[in-house]
Structures are given as C-alpha cells and as structure tokens.
Nanobody, 117 residues
Framework: QVQLVESGGGLVQPGGSLRLSCTSS????????MGWYRQAPGKERELVAS???????NYAESEKGRFTISRDGAKNTVYLQMNSLKPEDTAVYYC???????????WGQGTQVTVSS
C-alpha cells in the first residue's frame, strides 16, 4: 500500500548536476526518516544521505559538500540535489523511508544515474 516513487535520474556528464525526487503515497502520517541510498554494480547498497521529519541531516562522508538532501512534508516528497557529479557516482539510487519504532523500511524501485562523457 505504501509506495515510494523516484524520478529525476538520467545521463549526465562529469561535473553536471541532477535533482532526484521521491514522493510517497498510501500513508496516513509522514515517514519519520527518509533517505537516499545507492547501489553500483558489484557493490553493496550504501547510504548517501538521510533526513528526519525535524530536518536533521546525515551525509556519507564522500558526498558532503556536493549533495544536499531536503524534504517537503506537505508534499510527502524528499529531494537529493547532486552537484559536481563524478563517474563514481554512477549507480541506481533508491529512496527509503521508515517510522521510528517501525518494523520495516519502505523502498522505491530506484532511478538510474549515469555519469559519463
């Protein structure tokens, strides 16, 4: 019933920018914590950034200064602004959401980001 849908991925040249969006539906209350994860071929899924309903943010060390996570609670949407993209940022990016004290995470289907010349 709960559904997270990502958009905004695509092909971009090194140094370019993209903004990913994730909108949740089928929920009564806003998810307490939302985040972006990514998974490159042959690698484990890793956290990129997260944000709480109170606006507290957490970033992976390698993305600090380049990526910015934000959310619009009224629209049930979380964003990831990605600047100065590098080829190593190439991955499928997944939206994640959960409730504090909840028993499971909710995941989107992912959106492909490819950084290449």
């Amino acid at each position: 019933q709960v559904q997270l849908v990502e958009s905004g991925g695509g092909l971009v040249q090194p140094g370019g920018s993209l903004r990913l969006s994730c909108t949740s539906s089928g929920i009564i209350f806003s998810l307490d914590i939302m985040g972006w994860y990514r998974q490159a071929p042959g690698k484990e899924r890793e956290l990129v950034a997260s944000i709480t309903s109170g606006g507290n943010r957490n970033y992976a060390e390698s993305e600090k200064g380049r990526f910015t996570i934000s959310r619009d609670g009224a629209k049930n949407t979380v964003y990831l602004q990605m600047n100065s993209l590098k080829p190593e940022d190439t991955a499928v990016y997944y939206c994640n959401g959960r409730y504090v004290g909840g028993s499971r995470d909710y995941w989107g289907q992912g959106t492909q980001v490819t950084v290449s010349s």
